[in-house]
């Protein structure tokens, strides 16, 4: 059964154009996310990287915030993100990076 308060989640796949530590590039996002959505209003990205390897990941952030998390992924230039794909799962999302 789901809450009816749960967050309801979309998983961003990325890829870096540098290799950067997992922790600087956590620091990174927030510190980003914080300065475009201001104090108020970060809480309701639900904005955390899951999965960060070689130089792609996988965030996961609210569905209501999607596109505006997106707008704030390409407007970040150290370090660059490009965002790959997006899926409502994390296996919908490995199923299409795959194929790659």
Do not use: W
Not at 37 to 60: V, W
């Amino acid at each position: 059964m789901v809450r009816a308060t749960a967050l309801k989640k979309r998983y961003i796949h990325f890829e870096l154009t540098e290799e950067i530590p997992k922790d600087e590039l956590e620091k990174r996002i927030n510190q980003e996310a914080l300065r475009f959505f201001g104090e108020l209003n970060f809480h309701k990205t639900g904005i955390k990287l899951i999965e960060y390897k070689n130089k792609k990941g996988i965030l996961r952030c609210s569905r209501h915030e999607l596109q505006n998390i997106l707008g704030m992924l390409a407007l970040m230039n150290n370090p660059r993100i490009i965002v790959k794909e997006v899926s409502g799962t994390i296996a919908a999302l490995e199923r299409k990076t795959k194929s790659e």
